[in-house]
């Protein structure tokens, strides 16, 4: 199974303002927008890690998620959440050939903890002998800064300031008080699927 990020968060859409203001950083001159490719890097990496460490994704982006089999017949769990939508369902041959399904074969079940991919009949579409699967899904809380929830976004800032403050990379990593936002939104993945 390989997931693969299709689209990406453009720079526009990242909250460099958010960091520059909580970073204190001065406001006036006129290279204020000196540091913004930086603090871009270091916004990308805390929200990978804060992405990696809740389960959960920020910022609205596409995937495209290859499997050689279902998990079960009727239902596949997907990787990430919170789905917003899935795009695409498409089957691959042993050859290369694609075949697209139709939407009204599946539905999407959104759900907090096991978004999935259901069948409409009995069954999902079978996979072909040595073929695979692609889903195509939208995953984020919303496009903008604004739809992330407050205590995520806070533990991206902190997590991109104290990196950024830290640019030895002495001390580096999560700060407690990131991992402390970030617990209620962690999910325990046992049994996740069934």
Known sequence: MILTELT??????????????????GTGFAEDD???????????????AVEARAGRVLLTKQYG??????????????PLRPVVSIDEVKLVD??????????SAYDFMADDV??????????????ASRGSVEIIFEAGF???WSDVPA???????????HSYEQRDGMGAGLTQT???????????????GT
């Open 8 to 25: 990406s968060v453009a720079a526009a859409d990242l909250p460099i303002a958010e960091l520059k203001s909580h970073l204190r950083l």
């Open 34 to 48: 000196l540091q913004n490719p930086l603090l871009e890097t270091y916004l990308r990496a805390s929200i990978s």
């Open 65 to 78: 998620w290859n499997l050689t089999a279902w998990r079960t017949a009727g239902r596949q769990v997907l």
């Open 94 to 103: 042993a050859g290369g050939a694609e075949t697209i399904v139709a939407s």
């Open 114 to 127: 096991s978004p999935a991919l259901i069948s409409v009949g009995a069954c999902l579409p079978a996979i």
């Open 142 to 144: 919303g496009t903008t």
């Open 151 to 161: 205590s995520l976004a806070q533990a991206v800032l902190l997590v991109a300031a």
């Open 178 to 192: 990131a991992l402390e936002l970030i617990e209620p939104y962690r999910v325990i993945r046992l049994m996740r």
